[in-house]
């Protein structure tokens, strides 16, 4: 991705980039800066590429108001609004929100984080400048639940490599083969093992009743780390006897996320509740059929390109697989939409727009 210059004369000559571990907002990231967990400022003069080495920063947020005095900031961009924020810079504060999945998601985190995450963070995110929401169905849990004002809230959706995961490179399955011992056709579901958010057990049951329909020998390839309830899972895949149809991969690098969309025959996402679901979109780029659950900000995204079902009710998922799989016609047209549907979500697209937002929260500052 190119680094991105302001673009008026009138933007902010000086903006400090707060950066967080999220692996959401890595592409907004990348407008200010080429190494994702860095803290970086950005000069309007200037390709937004230097860092900053001032110390102060390692204690993180606590100590992020002294920093930006100290570098006479004029605003900052907090990447990772959904997790930390502070409660006050100094200087206007843009953030982008991803999700409020606390609200939907019953045992998501501990009691304390919990506590957080559903009364400090939303009281935290009132006194923003600017929110940035990555779909409007976070945005209805910002100025809803969270109440902050409508007027100061706007939507920018994520993007996606696009390039990356169309790019097919020669030898696919002897790679599937030697990175995964995968052999033969598979379902495909990129999320870390969270439960019950990432819905894994309801996908596990609905694969269940799938494998044993005439016709169906793939196997379903749940691809990422171990996460809170990944114990659930696992004993989900022994109860059912699916050990040899069930592969979990555990963390996998970035650069071999193309070849396992590329190589799958349908990516299915199940997840209850996501405030954009890049995944959804790095497999549609990578021309490989969707069907998704109808929550949260999946429909929004998918637009007419996935098959969408009842993330509760396996029957349901386990009848989408089984169409996608089976009918030619309609594997052939979601894939085309899907492929044309990738198109509209592009991190320069991205950055250009949440620059806009970092622009307008400076203009308003200096125009009080």
């Avoid at 080495?53 to 990772?80: H, M, N, Q, T, Y």
């Avoid at 929100?97 to 009132?126: E, F, G, N, T």
């Avoid at 994520?158 to 790019?167: E, I, K, P």
């Avoid at 899972?233 to 650069?255: E, K, N, Q, S």
Wanted: with cysteine; hydrophobic share 40%; proline share 5%.
């Amino acid at each position: 991705m190119k680094h991105i210059k302001a673009t008026s004369s009138e933007a902010p000559k000086r903006a400090l980039l707060f950066a967080g571990g999220c692996r959401k907002c890595i592409g907004l990231k990348s407008l200010f800066m080429s190494e994702p967990e860095a803290l970086a400022r950005c000069d309007a003069k200037k390709d937004c590429t230097s860092h900053l080495s001032d110390r102060r920063l390692k204690r993180g947020i606590v100590g992020l108001r002294g920093a930006l005095a100290a570098e006479a900031c004029d605003v900052v961009f907090l990447p990772c609004g959904n997790r930390r924020l502070g409660a006050a810079y100094g200087v206007p504060a843009v953030a982008t929100v991803h999700d409020l999945s606390q609200l939907h998601v019953s045992r998501k985190y501990d009691r304390l984080r919990m506590w957080h995450a559903r009364y400090l963070l939303p009281l935290l995110m009132r006194r923003l400048d600017r929110v940035i929401c990555v779909s409007e169905s976070t945005r209805r849990d910002v100025i809803g639940p969270a109440a902050v004002q409508p007027e100061r809230v706007t939507v920018i959706h994520n993007g996606a490599d696009l390039d990356r995961f169309r790019q097919r490179q020669p030898a696919l399955r002897s790679r599937l083969a030697r990175r995964f011992g995968l052999y033969g056709d598979y379902i495909l579901y990129v999320s870390r093992l969270e439960h019950p958010g990432k819905n894994h057990v309801r996908l596990l049951e609905a694969f269940a009743r799938l494998s044993v329909r005439e016709g169906i020998h793939h196997r379903l390839v749940l691809c990422g780390p171990d996460w809170d309830g990944s114990e659930a899972v696992h004993a989900a895949i022994t109860r059912l006897g699916l050990g040899d149809r069930v592969m979990t991969t555990g963390f996998v690098a970035a650069a071999d996320l193309p070849d396992l969309y590329q190589g799958a025959s349908l990516f299915v996402f199940p997840s209850l509740y996501e405030g954009f679901g890049i995944p959804l979109v790095e497999a549609m780029a990578a021309g490989t059929p969707v069907c998704a659950a109808d929550r949260s900000s999946l429909p929004e995204v998918a637009g007419d390109a996935a098959l969408l079902f009842d993330p509760f009710e396996p029957a349901a998922m386990e009848k989408a697989m089984f169409e996608l799989l089976t009918d030619p016609g309609l594997r052939e047209t979601y894939t085309a939409r899907g492929l044309r549907r990738a198109d509209q979500f592009d991190w320069d697209r991205c950055a250009l727009a949440v620059l806009r937002e970092i622009e307008h929260a400076s203009r308003r500052h200096v125009s009080r």
